[in-house]
């Protein structure tokens, strides 16, 4: 067997369409995922990869697809990136697995140091590693609750923590996330989001205002002294991609500074060089006491992390946090392999050079199609907003159409949002630039397919 590469930055980096989506192969693993797989466990687009990397996904049918959702947010380095691969191997072929509480390794160690060095603030940290986002939230809840002996949790409307028991209790979508799943953990406050498109008295006063009533809320209704932390997507996620209002965060922080209240960051899907710097939470000048991270940090493979301060890490009883496979030493190879990628192609100007090209054309596209009520997002995270023209109603039935549309033309986009409508963006940083123009130019015609012009009939198909 071939142990040379056949995916990765050497792929071909075009978009090539052979059969039609899903071709015949693809619908022949269908059949058999079916009978097979949990039917909970939903697809988006069922074309079954065969090989990926720099911006493109090949199916078994040939198809070359334009990858504009990294994986939800996860290949950031592009898939199967050389530097990852070299570090899985390599540690693959000495060992895979001791379990670090039983007996450490050296690769753990270097990414809790990696961490240090990279996440925002200049204090003392340390790390401890886990499987997943889920596993790191729900760590953040557990050390939190531990350094301050309180319980309340503070959560915010629209956001997305996870899938286990207590990360759904944080998440706020009832379907499909939530629905038939509860009883859910106690002690959950949750609190309205700075969400500028939607605030009431406009995007400029939103995060001071929402701060403030955030404030009052906690103040009056949960008492400051019972709260273990308030946890926060600096840019939220699957709940549409909502970038807070200017000052929010900052306000937010120093509440919680003031009142002996953990600020903890959910960078899960933000990190990592994703929104054009280390983490989001850097756009706004502020440090967490403690952060989430997972996704970006390993290139592929399945690892979560929190780090923190190193007083409030330091809180929790010897034993009390760890886990069999938390910090594996091959998803730790992986995630060294990841941040050396970033670093020495400085993605985060990657990053920055998306927004550059995408921030534009999308502007220019609502101005075109009445549909879009909102472009937003940071880096390479961005997202329209879709709403009936004229008002700002969501419109999720146009949404799935023109994800729909898109994934016919070849190119992957995702969708997200509380109301179902939002079309979200996150290729891989490595993409080049004229898949990215591809790309748009067919996000482009989508909408002239589906919205059509002011005045035109819309194609609507059923989500
Ligand atoms: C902000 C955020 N937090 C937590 C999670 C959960 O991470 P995981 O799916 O790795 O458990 C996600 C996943 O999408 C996320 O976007």
Redesign the pocket.
């Known amino acids: 067997m071939s142990l040379e590469p056949t995916g990765g930055p050497a792929l071909a980096q075009e978009r090539r369409l052979v059969t039609e989506i899903p071709g015949p192969r693809s619908r022949a693993l269908l059949a058999r995922r079916e009978a097979a797989v949990a039917p909970g466990v939903a697809t988006m687009l069922p074309v079954f990869v065969a090989r990926a990397g720099g911006g493109v996904l090949v199916d078994a049918d040939g198809n070359s697809l334009i990858d504009f959702g990294s994986g939800?947010?996860v290949v950031s380095v592009g898939n199967a990136a050389d530097r990852v691969v070299a570090g899985v191997r390599d540690q693959v072929g000495q060992f895979t697995h001791t379990c670090f509480m039983i007996t450490p390794y050296e690769g753990y160690v270097a990414v809790c140091e990696e961490l240090a060095r990279l996440t925002p603030g200049d204090h003392e940290k340390r790390s401890a590693l886990f499987n997943?986002?889920?596993?790191a939230?729900e760590n953040i809840v557990k050390i939190a609750r531990a350094r301050t002996g309180r319980q309340a949790v503070v959560v915010f409307d629209h956001a997305?923590?996870?899938?286990t028991n207590l990360?759904l209790a944080l998440t706020a979508k009832y379907m499909p996330y939530k629905h038939s799943f509860g009883p859910f953990a106690p002690e959950i406050y949750r609190m309205p989001m700075a969400y500028p498109y939607r605030w009431p008295t406009g995007p400029d006063r939103c995060g001071p205002e929402a701060a403030a009533e955030v404030i009052t809320l906690i103040d009056k209704q949960v008492g400051p002294e019972n709260v273990a932390c308030l946890l926060i997507?600096p840019i939220q996620?699957?709940g549409g991609f909502v970038v807070p209002g200017e000052g929010f965060l900052p306000a937010l922080a120093e509440y919680c500074g003031a009142n002996g209240i953990v600020f903890a960051a959910?960078e899960?899907?933000?990190g990592f060089a994703r929104t054009g710097a280390w983490f989001a939470c850097e756009h706004e000048g502020v440090v967490p006491d403690l952060i989430?991270t997972?996704?970006g940090i390993a290139g592929g493979l399945p690892l979560?992390a929190v780090t923190g301060r190193a007083e409030i890490m330091d809180s929790v009883h010897v034993g009390g946090l760890g886990g069999t496979y938390g910090g594996n030493p091959v998803a730790c190879a992986a995630a060294l392999g990841a941040i050396r990628t970033i670093e020495e192609l400085d993605l985060v100007a990657a990053a920055r050079r998306i927004e550059a090209v995408m921030l534009p054309r999308l502007h220019e596209l609502k101005r075109r199609h009445p549909a879009i009520g909102d472009v937003r997002g940071r880096g390479a995270m961005m997202a329209v907003e879709i709403v009936e023209p004229g008002s700002t109603a969501p419109d999720p039935a146009t949404t799935q159409a023109v994800a729909r549309t898109c994934h016919q033309a070849g190119v992957v986009v995702l969708t997200c949002g509380t109301f179902g409508n939002v079309l979200r963006f996150l290729p891989p940083l490595v993409i080049p630039e004229d898949l990215l123009t591809e790309g748009l130019d067919l996000i482009d015609d989508a909408f002239a397919q589906v919205a059509g012009r002011p005045g035109h009939d819309r194609v609507v198909t059923a989500s």
């Open positions: 939800i947010a997943s986002g889920a596993e939230v997305y923590h996870g899938r990360t997507e996620g699957e959910d899960v899907q933000t989430a997972a996704k979560g």
